[in-house]
């Protein structure tokens, strides 16, 4: 006989999804004092969700333009001794990806405490099919002043958002950072966040909770091509600490790389010419233990873009920095990706854990 098939949700309530708080609740915009939101270098000129400049200097593509919508890197920090805490968000477009959990791509989560310090707590919860939700994030929590960081959707843009507190409680600024310095990063899917599960497994989010700096991510899924447009774009970004170029995985062929890499340093050069820039190289893909091709290409580009940095080293830059991305994942690679390319949790936990001592030479002087 034939069985009904019925919803995980409904088998299991530990997978429900959040229905709207119906619960007293004070509702709070985030763009507004005593908020900080992080990773939006054009938010006070432009007052959107939107990491590049609405109207930029300099022209973008398409693709470019739109990916820059989605909020991959975003963070809202703020203290409250709330003993719950809730987020209702407006997004672009509901979930629609195949190979990204739905909490990575249209989620919020939740950390608690100052940088290094940081400890996961939860994730919104909300139907696949929701453009707009309300998800609670804490509740029942004592009341005592705690510093709050909320990542914001890795493959989504956000219309609107608004945090919700208990009524009686108090919101003030977050004091984390050492100062304004921020650290950047351009590159590919990898930098955007794809495959982790949640936005704050993406490796830049996890690089934040290290560091006491801003991190600001321009990952652009599929369209990290190295355009010397986005380079002066990068370059209006006021006090950078840090400029990592992670853009291998896009580039059209290995000649374009060759000739774009030296040309975006150059151009940021122009205006930083003492800001340490990292190069990164592409992390190893599944297929190389039986694709020699794709290994060969890979070891070919690597050896193009470190030939760079030494040779700008020698003509005088010694504020720029390579790294072997191959070395990322670490010996079980094969193990570390959701698809072959991109890094699950694990994959993005060891590039993290492998970026740190690097970032740490570059960024504690």
Known sequence: MEKTAHPIHKLDKNMQPDVPCCDQWE??????????????????????????????????????????????????????????LAVRIVLADKATMYQMSAT????????????????????????????EYESVLFESLSTEMREITL????????????????PDASVAEFHGFSSDKKVLLYGTSITHGACASRPGMAYPN????????????????????????LAHLISQIPNPALLVLDY???????????QSLPAFIRIYRKVHPEVPILVISQIRLAKE?????????????????????????????????????????GPDYQECTADGIHPSDLGYKHMAENLRPILTSLLIR
């Not at 990575?104 to 919860?125: L, S």
């Not at 560091?211 to 652009?220: A, N």
């Not at 291998?248 to 060759?258: A, F, I, K």
Request: hydrophobic share 35%.
């Open 289 to 329: 233990a039986f694709d020699e091709n794709l290994l060969q290409r890979r070891e070919l580009r690597k050896e193009l873009q470190r030939a760079a940095v030494e040779r700008l080293n020698q003509e005088g830059d010694a504020h720029i920095h390579f790294c072997d991305g191959s070395e990322l994942l």
């Open 104 to 131: 990575a791509q249209c989620g919020v989560d939740c950390y608690i405490g100052p940088a290094g310090e940081q400890t996961y707590v939860n994730t919104t919860r909300f139907e696949l099919a929701q453009a």
């Open 27 to 84: 509702w709070h915009s985030p763009l507004a004092s005593p908020f900080l939101i992080t990773g939006l270098p054009w938010l006070a000129q432009d007052g959107l969700y939107r990491r590049l400049p609405l109207n930029p200097s300099h022209h973008i593509r398409s693709e470019v333009d739109r990916l820059a919508n989605f909020t991959t890197g975003v963070q809202v920090r703020f203290q409250t001794d709330s003993s719950k």
């Open 206 to 229: 996890q690089l934040s909770r290290m560091f006491p700096f801003e991190f600001v991510s321009l990952g652009f899924s599929g369209n990290a091509q190295g355009e010397p447009e």
């Open 151 to 166: 990542n914001l959707p890795l493959y989504q843009g956000v219309k609107e958002l608004w945090i919700g507190t208990a």
């Open 248 to 258: 291998e995985g896009n580039t059209p062929s290995t000649e374009h790389l060759e």
